[in-house]
């Protein structure tokens, strides 16, 4: 990647958290809203505490910048960037508990249920899945109807058991059931794919765009997600190379093989730069537009932190 | 009650509860849907395990006679309505965890962490949830967007943290901070109440019927939500009070105060009964049309199990 689109994309990438952060905060922080009763002060910080960790908000980014294409107006992507960032956060803290994960740490703070409590962070996931589809929903996105339905429809089937949730599930059956290479690929889709496809064709739907720019849109999300995937894999592999002097593919003797430790780090390599080629295709007939979501593909497959 | 009203109010609510299993199970059972992946056996299990249970399925019955005040259409009805149950399914599941109540049983039947595992009854309750939504949001519902969003809405605050779920966060408190009788109602308003509300109305928004329409139904909602509590209440109390040959108030020794144990049984029937008037006056304006919602008012207000 460029140099310059390299810096615009870290630039933009930084605003954009900032700008969702502060949204954010200010969802979280609201008067109560029509329909609602209170708001139990210990599940606000809990909500607080899951959401506002400082990530990188890559998801939100590419809502924003994937509506930027076809020019939509930056605030409803916002909003909509917003909500699906309460679902990545929701299943993260859902991911952390000690029946799933057992995570005490993440982004170097407590997990929620050891900062709070198991059933205080249950709920708190619950109350964020819930709260991404009511701003969805809320006409202070400033969207027609139509868009917003569509918009909870494409978000509740990535998040759902055929998508995310459902990844989670095999995520946690591949210790025992070991999934061939089509498995990974399928667990992967869902677990961590799902969502970042909905980011990017959510922009398509937030801008009103033709059906075929929302498809090609959504492929160039599929094709970032298992680019992001691999990365990660590729990282955790080289780290353990780094660190033992050899490849241990810890993950496949865990008994999560990814598809990097089978495979090995040259063909991930490989595989990277093949995805990066074709997410850069798909945003072919964008031109200019889409330098900053070019660069985005280029980073989720080069990053190295 | 009539008899007449009663023989009709079992005979309708029983006949809704078929075609609510029904459709149910015809969602759970469905081949994948546009955005979908993959459904996890073991996860669509878990599913169906926590929401085919054989329930009385009394919110349903209320989205579907909440309608039926307005003549719409069955089937948009019936679809909301199984979303609803979705939502108070998902609520039982993640209840009924370790971290939350910890039971066993339900009707009978092991609960879904027991019947399965924890961290799939977590990933379970997470998907009914996001079903909910999928099914208000999808057009199979024949709705206009405009009501299929304003539904989407009205469910989200009504089971988020303002409402359900935050009821349940206020409830795990209240054995440490002892609400006051305003606390009671307030947590209870959430907790139990905000669902039954949501359905009454729902009923309202499906038809497309005016706002004051939409209100004074929710308004009969909150009243039997109420009746519903309380009613629970009463027979906890009454049953104690057979068991133990004197009011034992367990509840409240338990240190989860019930407005009929803290002011015994009489003052509670006495409540009851305003609350059927207040809920009766407010369908007085739909005349005969009304007689089943009428009869479930007081049948959820004097049921004896």
């Given at each position: 990647?460029?140099?310059?689109?390299?810096?615009?994309?870290?630039?933009?990438?930084?605003?954009?958290?900032?700008?969702?952060?502060?949204?954010?905060?200010?969802?979280?922080?609201?008067?109560?809203?029509?329909?609602?009763?209170?708001?139990?002060?210990?599940?606000?910080?809990?909500?607080?505490?899951?959401?506002?960790?400082?990530?990188?908000?890559?998801?939100?980014?590419l809502?924003?910048?994937?509506?930027?294409?076809?020019?939509?107006?930056?605030?409803?992507?916002?909003?909509?960037?917003?909500?699906?960032?309460?679902?990545?956060?929701?299943?993260?803290?859902?991911?952390?508990?000690?029946?799933?994960?057992?995570?005490?740490?993440?982004?170097?703070?407590?997990?929620?249920?050891?900062?709070?409590?198991?059933?205080?962070?249950?709920?708190?996931?619950?109350a964020?899945?819930?709260?991404?589809?009511?701003?969805?929903?809320?006409?202070?996105?400033?969207?027609?109807?139509?868009?917003?339905?569509?918009?909870?429809?494409?978000?509740?089937?990535?998040?759902?058991?055929?998508?995310?949730?459902?990844?989670?599930?095999?995520?946690?059956?591949?210790?025992?059931?070991?999934?061939?290479?089509?498995?990974?690929?399928?667990?992967?889709?869902?677990?961590?794919?799902?969502?970042?496809?909905?980011?990017?064709e959510?922009?398509?739907?937030?801008?009103?765009?033709p059906?075929?720019?929302?498809?090609?849109?959504?492929?160039?999300?599929?094709?970032?997600?298992?680019?992001?995937?691999?990365?990660?894999d590729?990282?955790?592999l080289?780290?353990?190379?780094?660190?033992?002097?050899?490849?241990?593919?810890?993950?496949?003797?865990?008994?999560?093989?990814?598809?990097?430790?089978?495979?090995?780090?040259?063909?991930?390599?490989?595989?990277?730069?093949?995805?990066?080629?074709?997410?850069?295709?798909?945003?072919?007939?964008?031109?200019?537009?889409a330098?900053?979501?070019?660069?985005?593909a280029?980073?989720?497959?080069?990053?190295?932190?």
């Amino acid at each position: 990647m460029m140099k310059d689109d390299q810096t615009a994309f870290e630039t933009a990438l930084f605003a954009h958290a900032a700008a969702i952060e502060v949204l954010l905060r200010q969802i979280l922080d609201a008067p109560l809203l029509s329909g609602e009763i209170a708001r139990p002060e210990r599940l606000m910080a809990a909500m607080r505490h899951g959401v506002l960790n400082g990530g990188k908000r890559l998801r939100p980014f590419l809502v924003m910048e994937s509506a930027a294409l076809f020019s939509a107006d930056g605030e409803p992507a916002l909003r909509i960037a917003a909500a699906l960032e309460c679902v990545h956060c929701y299943s993260l803290i859902h991911d952390d508990l000690p029946a799933m994960d057992d995570d005490d740490l993440r982004r170097g703070q407590p997990t929620v249920h050891k900062a709070f409590d198991e059933a205080t962070a249950i709920l708190a996931g619950d109350a964020l899945l819930t709260l991404a589809f009511d701003i969805v929903a809320d006409e202070a996105t400033v969207l027609p109807a139509e868009r917003r339905a569509a918009l909870v429809l494409a978000l509740a089937r990535a998040a759902g058991a055929g998508g995310m949730v459902g990844g989670q599930t095999l995520d946690l059956e591949a210790e025992r059931k070991r999934p061939d290479e089509a498995g990974i690929i399928r667990l992967q889709a869902m677990k961590t794919g799902a969502l970042i496809r909905f980011a990017c064709e959510a922009g398509a739907i937030v801008a009103g765009a033709p059906a075929a720019d929302r498809e090609r849109l959504a492929e160039f999300g599929s094709a970032i997600g298992l680019a992001f995937q691999l990365a990660d894999d590729l990282l955790d592999l080289t780290a353990d190379e780094k660190r033992m002097g050899k490849a241990t593919k810890k993950d496949a003797a865990a008994g999560k093989a990814t598809l990097a430790a089978l495979n090995g780090p040259d063909w991930t390599r490989e595989q990277l730069h093949g995805l990066i080629d074709q997410a850069h295709a798909l945003l072919e007939p964008y031109g200019e537009q889409a330098a900053l979501l070019k660069a985005a593909a280029t980073f989720v497959a080069t990053r190295n932190s």
